[in-house]
C-alpha cells in the first residue's frame, strides 16, 4: 500500500501545514504539535521572526496567532480528512488554505472523465467558462488544472476556485489526487498561483515502508 506523502510540500517557506489532529500522532514531544494554541503561536512568533526588517506593531503576533488559531480550528472542517495547508508569503496577509488528499475511483470510471469531474472543469455554475490547463508533476504525470469564477450559495460573492488533479496507478493500486483551493479575492489566487503551481508538484505517493521517515522528519 502506499501512502499521500506531502512532506517535502511543508519544506516551502510560503506554506504551514495544520495538523489534523492534535496532539499530531507521533510528534509527541514537539510543544507546537500538541494543541492548536501552540501550533498558532508558535508560527505567528516565527513568521515575524523571518520578516525581522519588519518589526511588528504592538498586537500584531498576538493578532497573527489568533488568525491562525481560527484557521486551525475552521479549516480543517471545509473537506474532512484532507491534508490543510496555508499559504501564508507575509504575516499581515490573510491566509489562503490549500486541501489535498487522495481520492477513491469509481468502478469503471476513466481518467478523462474521473480528472474532469474532480477540477469542475465543466461546471455549469460557473459564471464563465472553466479556464482549463493540462498541468504535468515530475511525481503524479499527467493532469489537470483548472480556474473557475462562480457565486458562493451562502454570500452572492463572485468566488475564485483552483483545483488540481492527477491519476495515480501503479501495480493493482489506483486513486486520485484533488488539491483544492478558494477565494472571493481573485488577485489573491493569482498572486498564489506560482506558490501553489510548485506545492503540486512536490505532492507524491510514497510507499509504506517510508511512512517512518515522514514521522520522524
Do not use: C
Request: hydrophobic fraction near 40%; charged fraction near 30%.
Amino acid at each position: 500500500m502506499s501512502w499521500l506523502n506531502v512532506k517535502h510540500a511543508m519544506q516551502l517557506s510560503p506554506w504551514i501545514r495544520i495538523p489534523l489532529m492534535w496532539p499530531e500522532p507521533g510528534l509527541e514531544d514537539v510543544e507546537e504539535a500538541q494543541s492548536p494554541e501552540a501550533w498558532a503561536r508558535y508560527y505567528a512568533e516565527g513568521l515575524w521572526e523571518d520578516f525581522a526588517s519588519e518589526k511588528p506593531e504592538p498586537g500584531e503576533v498576538d493578532l497573527l496567532t489568533n488568525i491562525l488559531l481560527m484557521y486551525a480550528i475552521r479549516a480543517p472542517a471545509a473537506f474532512p480528512d484532507f491534508e490543510v495547508f496555508l499559504h501564508l508569503p507575509h504575516p499581515r496577509e490573510i491566509p489562503l488554505p490549500v486541501y489535498v488528499d487522495l481520492v477513491e475511483i469509481e468502478d469503471d470510471e476513466d481518467r478523462e472523465t474521473a480528472l474532469r469531474a474532480l477540477t469542475h472543469a465543466d461546471a455549469s455554475y460557473a459564471i464563465e467558462p472553466p479556464i482549463v490547463d493540462d498541468f504535468d508533476s515530475p511525481h503524479l504525470g499527467a493532469g489537470l488544472r483548472v480556474l473557475r469564477y462562480y457565486q458562493d450559495e451562502d454570500s452572492n460573492e463572485v468566488h475564485v476556485g483552483l483545483r488540481y488533479a492527477w491519476r495515480y496507478e501503479k501495480g493493482t493500486e489506483a486513486a486520485d489526487v484533488l488539491i483544492i483551493l478558494a477565494d472571493p479575492d481573485a488577485g489573491r489566487i493569482l498572486r498564489a498561483l506560482d506558490d501553489v503551481d510548485e506545492f503540486a508538484r512536490t505532492v507524491r505517493i510514497s510507499p509504506d515502508e517510508e511512512v517512518d521517515t515522514w514521522k520522524s522528519s
